[in-house]
C-alpha cells in the first residue's frame, strides 16, 4: 500500500504561483508512475500533468502547458506540481496518484493510490 499526501494549496491572486507536494509513505514511489488530477466543483476530474517512474517523461494537459512542472525526487518520495501564472480557471481541489504503471498514465482508471486532495483557489 501507498499513502499519498498533499500539500501546498491555497489562495494565490492571478498570475501568482505555487508549488504542490505529495509526500508518500508505505512504499518507495520510485517503481510508480505518478499523476496530478483536479477537479473544480461541478466537473469532471482531469488529468493535469503525469510523470514516469523514471522522471524522464511527463505529459500535461494543454490549458497548463508552459505554466506547469511536475517533477518528483524518488530520494524523498515526493512529486511536486510547480504551478505559475495562475488563472482562476485553475481553480480546484488538485489530487496526486500513484500507478503500479512505469510509463506515462494518463487515465485516471490506472492509477492505483490516490491522495486526499488539497484545495488550490485562484482570485481575479
Known amino acids: 500500500q501507498v499513502q499519498l499526501v498533499e500539500s501546498g494549496g491555497g489562495l494565490v491572486q492571478a498570475g501568482g504561483s505555487l508549488r504542490l507536494s505529495c509526500a508518500a509513505s508505505g512504499r518507495t514511489l520510485s517503481t510508480y508512475a505518478m499523476g496530478w488530477f483536479r477537479q473544480a466543483p461541478g466537473k469532471e476530474r482531469e488529468i493535469v500533468a503525469a510523470?514516469?517512474?523514471?522522471?524522464?517523461?511527463?505529459y500535461y494537459i494543454e490549458s497548463v502547458k508552459g505554466r506547469f512542472t511536475i517533477s518528483r525526487d524518488n530520494a524523498k518520495n515526493t512529486v511536486y506540481l510547480q504551478m505559475n501564472s495562475l488563472k482562476p480557471e485553475d481553480t480546484a481541489v488538485y489530487y496526486c496518484a500513484a500507478s503500479r504503471m512505469r510509463g506515462l498514465v494518463v487515465l485516471g482508471t490506472s492509477y492505483d493510490f490516490w491522495g486526499q486532495g488539497t484545495q488550490v483557489t485562484v482570485s481575479s
Open positions: 510523470i514516469a517512474w523514471s522522471g524522464g517523461s511527463t
